[in-house]
């Protein structure tokens, strides 16, 4: 389907200063069912035109006014000169013999930026894996992302629009089921407020209607953010990037750890109010020879100790980083440690690997062609690692 794109998008704000906002042009992606309503009643519209737009724009994935046949012609037209729908541009395609596929995707709302998207199509489900930023500020020391630094937070629309564009490019082999992980480029929690309005599309059952079940946020592990999310009545289910057995060896890898330590995450993790058919994701990349130890998974069992949660372990994917694939045999007996101990415990094997699609493994070069230069690496960075995350 064809996609109207815009040149120059004021904000919504612009949009509603009276005389000049009714002939402002305005981007409706990414706004929720309110906002729209508020659009649309300041053009002198019944508000429940908003609605109408909302189901058309998230439900029916229409993103041409001409085609949203519930609403009546004079407004179409009217619609057209008005607003548009821009989503982010597919420029280029990895796809990768397992069947994923990397999106590197260019967004142009703001100061111009590349990330990368990754569908993962499986027998009865879709994944679809998004930025939540361009490039990222966390530092960890095994992310490729970290290498941009932060470049700046997608908005709502460009988030929303990376789950579109992946269904839309997949439209005639799409499965029932379709997953979403905030597992792509960026820190999700922070930048709050927008990967919210964003999981508000996805999780309402008048918009892109995905249940909880079936959106997946990952965190570094920003506590205060942890406790504000508990408090949302909208939210999906929490992974830790956990990747360490103490604090010692995870101050080494991740620096946000000295900023909350684990003791800190884990009593939040503590309180955080699990629904009844929910557990608490912990992500493990296994670096050979660093963390994958049986003393580790022993570590790994005690500080999970009460927590409903489960672990996924994610051998280390061999890439430009210099660090080790761990052994099969210690992987497996990680595993065996902490499922003996009464914690469920999962090889999670990543899709895309020859395309560079796979966890930790999102490419550099192409973000920071339009985003920003690679930074130089420390002597510790240049002697860090990559991978990070299960989107399982
Ligand atoms: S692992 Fe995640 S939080 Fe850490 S630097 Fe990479 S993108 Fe940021």
Not at 105 to 118: D, F, G, I, S, Y
Not at 242 to 268: C, G, H, T, V
Not at 328 to 338: G, K, N, P, S, T
Request: charged residues 25%.
């Amino acid at each position: 389907m064809p996609v109207r794109r815009s040149a120059r998008l004021p904000c919504y704000d612009d949009f509603k200063m009276s005389h000049q906002a009714a002939h402002a042009i305005v981007n409706l992606l990414g706004k929720p069912a309110e906002e729209l309503r508020a659009i649309l009643e300041s053009r002198g519209e019944p508000s429940y035109r908003g609605a109408q737009i909302y189901h058309a724009l998230y439900r029916e994935r229409r993103f041409e006014f001409a085609v949203m046949t519930n609403l009546p012609a004079a407004l179409r037209e009217e619609l057209s000169r008005a607003a548009v729908i821009t989503l982010p541009e597919i420029v280029r395609r990895h796809c990768s013999s397992d069947g994923a596929v990397r999106y590197v995707v260019a967004l142009k709302e703001a100061k111009p930026a590349n990330v990368e998207t990754v569908f993962m199509p499986e027998e009865h489900r879709q994944t679809i894996c998004v930025s939540a930023q361009a490039g990222c500020a966390v530092d960890c020391q095994f992310c490729l992302t970290a290498r941009l630094r932060g470049v700046r937070n997608l908005l709502a629309g460009e988030m929303i629009g990376q789950v579109l564009i992946a269904l839309e490019d997949n439209r005639t082999a799409l499965r029932p089921q379709t997953n979403v992980v905030f597992m792509g480029q960026g820190e999700p929690l922070l930048n709050y407020d927008a990967v919210m309005t964003a999981l508000g599309i996805l999780l309402d059952p008048n918009g892109m209607a995905i249940s909880p079940k079936h959106v997946t946020l990952s965190t570094s592990g920003i506590v205060p953010a942890i406790e504000r999310l508990a408090q949302e009545k909208l939210r999906p289910k929490l992974a830790i990037s956990l990747n360490a057995s103490s604090n010692e060896q995870r101050n080494k890898i991740m620096p946000i750890n000295r900023k909350y330590p684990l003791e800190e995450l884990l009593d939040s993790c503590q309180r955080y109010p699990l629904r009844p058919w929910e557990r608490l994701t912990f992500e493990y990349v296994m670096l050979g020879g660093f963390n994958d130890s049986p003393d580790d998974a022993r570590r790994v069992r005690a500080l999970l100790g009460n927590l409903r949660a489960k672990v996924n372990l994610i051998p280390w994917n061999p890439g430009p980083l210099p660090f080790e694939k761990p052994d099969v045999a210690r992987v497996d007996e990680f595993r065996r440690i902490l499922q003996d101990k009464g914690m469920p415990a999962f090889v999670r094997h990543s899709r895309g690997q020859d395309v560079m699609a796979a966890c930790g493994q999102l490419a550099l070069s192409e973000s920071a062609a339009a985003s920003a230069a690679p930074t130089q690496n420390s002597p510790n960075r240049s002697e860090g690692f990559s991978g990070v995350r299960s989107r399982t």
